[in-house]
Nanobody
């Protein structure tokens, strides 16, 4: 199972970006997919997650009202629409997927089994 994040870039404050996360390799079942980020010198942190079955969403407080997570079941792709970007959004963004067991949408990175390589988002002021 491979996840691949894309769509990062260098933007100015207030701009928007849309990240994508697509899969390759063998099909797999997952309860939820999520986005995490890691800024230089900081620990990886939860950004947003979505439960695949019913699209229940969860967001970190720092991105609520600015970021929107979505998924396309037909293409097995997850998106993160990031609006009104700020310098503190600068980080490497990773997408991840949990195992198949149904449950609440989790913020804990230890519960995410599959991880993709990240995509860099840089917001300049």
């Amino acid at each position: 199972v491979q996840l691949q994040a894309s769509g990062g870039g260098l933007v100015q404050v207030g701009a928007s970006l849309r990240l994508s996360c697509a899969t390759s390799g063998r099909p797999f079942s997952s309860n939820a997919w999520g986005w995490f980020r890691q800024a230089p010198g900081k620990e990886r942190e939860f950004v947003a997650a979505i439960r695949w079955r019913d699209a229940v969403r969860s967001y970190a407080d720092s991105v609520k009202g600015r970021f929107i997570i979505s998924r396309d079941g037909a293409s097995n792709t997850m998106y993160l629409q990031m609006n009104n970007l700020r310098p503190d959004d600068t980080a490497v963004y990773y997408c991840a997927a949990t195992g198949p067991a149904y449950g609440p949408v989790t913020h804990r990175d230890s519960e995410y089994v599959y991880w993709g390589r990240g995509t860099q988002v840089t917001v300049s002021s």
